[in-house]
């Protein structure tokens, strides 16, 4: 546990864990939508497969994994990862060991699985890899060849997307090595509160945010923000794109990690899509923090919302 954990964010963390998503799930809690609608009740209530099936992934698909090399940072294929168990569940129908219950597996894909976050609720979700990938820390994500998961979680929870977060405002994030229970990669796809929304669009109109990744870091980009449990502000790097079609994990490599002699491992990232009465604005708010920052965090949960 890092040093910037209090006891009690310590408690909420294990109940989360041992509330989790489905199945491993179990273990863990957890647009681009057309113009004049909004990531709300403006989606269609997903509907879960029945209980012990899983969707079919397309055919002629194949996952795009770390190499055989890379297993030492990234895991091995073998690892006994409850949410990987998950995964293998999902994708190839491999049995589950007694007491794991089957997760629903809400989309598979060749690159990617979709599955219900803990407690469950139609704005929690996570999105993790078809292949074996323990990480933020796994080095293989910032390549150019691998998938971009954001991307995939974005147009998942997105209003019309194909397993749409149920939220007025939608929120993506990834936890540090310290911060995760799970050792599986999975991008929790969820609410966040209006406040937060209101709170980086202020900070957009001040000049607080940055617009080029090359200046993630500079001073003037690090803004507190409030969290969803209340407990008041903490600090993070902020960056607005227009899209996001770039690596986040090689930008935040690139622009924040390796200039300040920090570690991947360490890292948590949040996207919030920015919203406006007529829905989706065209932009994302990038959010990444960790403990090396004064009131930082290693953790996505404190503005996600799950319940």
Request: hydrophobic letters at 35%.
């Amino acid at each position: 546990m890092n040093e910037d954990k209090t006891s009690n964010e310590l408690s909420r963390r294990r109940f989360v864990a041992f509330s989790g998503a489905i199945g491993a799930a179990t273990l863990l809690t957890g647009v681009e939508a057309a113009a004049g609608r909004t990531a709300s009740a403006a989606s269609p209530t997903h509907a879960d497969p029945a209980p012990g099936t899983c969707p079919t992934p397309p055919p002629g698909g194949t996952p795009t994994c770390p190499p055989a090399q890379l297993q030492p940072l990234c895991g091995s294929p073998s690892d006994n990862d409850p949410l990987w168990r998950d995964v293998q569940y999902c994708t190839h129908g491999k049995p589950l060991p007694p007491g794991q219950n089957p997760p629903a597996c809400l989309k598979v894909t060749s690159d990617y699985v979709v599955l219900h976050g803990r407690p469950s609720s139609q704005h929690n979700f996570l999105l993790t890899p078809s292949c074996r990938i323990t990480g933020i820390e796994c080095p293989f994500i910032e390549t150019s060849g691998a998938p971009n998961y954001w991307n995939d979680a974005w147009e998942n929870a997105r209003s019309g997307g194909s397993v749409p977060v149920q939220y007025p405002n939608i929120g993506l994030g990834i936890n540090s090595q310290n911060a995760r229970f799970l050792n599986q990669l999975h991008i929790h796809m969820a609410g966040v509160r209006a406040s937060t929304q209101r709170r980086l669009q202020e900070l957009e109109m001040m000049g607080r945010v940055a617009t080029n990744p090359a200046h993630w870091d500079a001073a003037q980009y690090r803004v507190p923000v409030t969290g969803s449990d209340g407990t008041g502000d903490r600090t993070y790097r902020a960056l607005r794109l227009p899209s996001l079609g770039m690596n986040l994990f090689a930008q935040v490599q690139q622009y924040v990690v390796k200039p300040n002699g920090l570690t991947m491992a360490d890292q948590t990232l949040i996207v919030v899509p920015k919203m406006t009465a007529t829905g989706f604005a065209g932009a994302f708010y990038v959010l990444n923090s960790d403990s090396s920052l004064h009131d930082g965090t290693n953790t996505c949960d404190h503005l996600l919302v799950y319940s």
